[in-house]
């Protein structure tokens, strides 16, 4: 699926420190209870959040826009390091537009009591407008996950 993927492919690449540990980041970007309530942009929805979290394992993540419209990202875990490191290969469909084939890699490091989280996703059909508007949803996702986080501490603390 992702064989044409290779380091001259286009990239979007996100790079954010989360005042949080690794192990609360870690779970919020891997436990679909966590996920439901921040994946996305501003006035995006999770529906279906369906993973087996572990190398060969699949997914399926379903998102509602504010318009309606349903954006579906399915594929397969290549790589699983717990609080380190997530690897996998998919396909995200949104109406209207073709297919993408991406590879997205996730890697958690620690940084003292704070987590910095990475995302580099390729894909051969990326143009600089996807791109460019990437960057503006996950700005937009960051901003509720770093909410999310907040509120998990403060019923920790």
Same mark, same amino acid.
């Given at each position: 699926?992702?064989? +044409? *993927?290779?380091?001259?492919?286009? !990239?979007?690449?996100?790079?954010? &420190?989360? #005042?949080?540990?690794? +192990? *609360? &980041?870690? =779970?919020?970007?891997?436990?679909?209870?966590?996920?439901?309530?921040?994946?996305?942009?501003?006035?995006?929805?999770? +529906?279906?959040?369906?993973?087996?979290?572990?190398?060969?394992?699949?997914?399926?993540?379903?998102?509602?826009?504010? #318009?309606?419209?349903? &954006? &579906?990202?399915?594929?397969?875990?290549?790589?699983?390091?717990?609080?380190?490191?997530?690897? +996998?290969?998919?396909? *995200?469909?949104?109406?209207?537009?073709?297919? *993408?084939? /991406?590879?997205?890699?996730? /890697?958690?490091? #620690?940084?003292?009591? =704070? /987590?910095?989280?990475? %995302?580099?996703?390729?894909?051969?059909?990326? /143009?600089?407008?996807? %791109?460019?508007?990437?960057? %503006?949803?996950?700005?937009? !996702?960051?901003? =509720?996950?770093? !909410?999310?986080?907040?509120?998990?501490?403060?019923? !920790?603390?």
């Amino acid at each position: 699926m992702n064989d +044409s *993927l290779t380091a001259a492919t286009p !990239a979007l690449s996100v790079t954010r &420190v989360l #005042d949080a540990p690794r +192990s *609360l &980041v870690w =779970k919020a970007w891997t436990d679909p209870a966590h996920v439901s309530r921040w994946w996305g942009p501003h006035g995006c929805t999770v +529906s279906v959040d369906e993973a087996d979290r572990r190398p060969g394992g699949r997914f399926r993540r379903e998102m509602r826009t504010p #318009d309606g419209a349903l &954006v &579906v990202v399915t594929g397969t875990f290549e790589e699983v390091v717990p609080e380190q490191r997530l690897v +996998s290969v998919g396909v *995200l469909e949104r109406p209207g537009t073709p297919p *993408l084939n /991406t590879r997205m890699t996730v /890697t958690f490091e #620690d940084r003292g009591g =704070k /987590t910095e989280l990475t %995302i580099v996703q390729t894909c051969a059909d990326f /143009t600089a407008d996807y %791109i460019a508007n990437a960057n %503006i949803g996950w700005a937009q !996702a960051f901003e =509720k996950l770093e !909410a999310h986080l907040a509120s998990e501490q403060g019923r !920790a603390g």
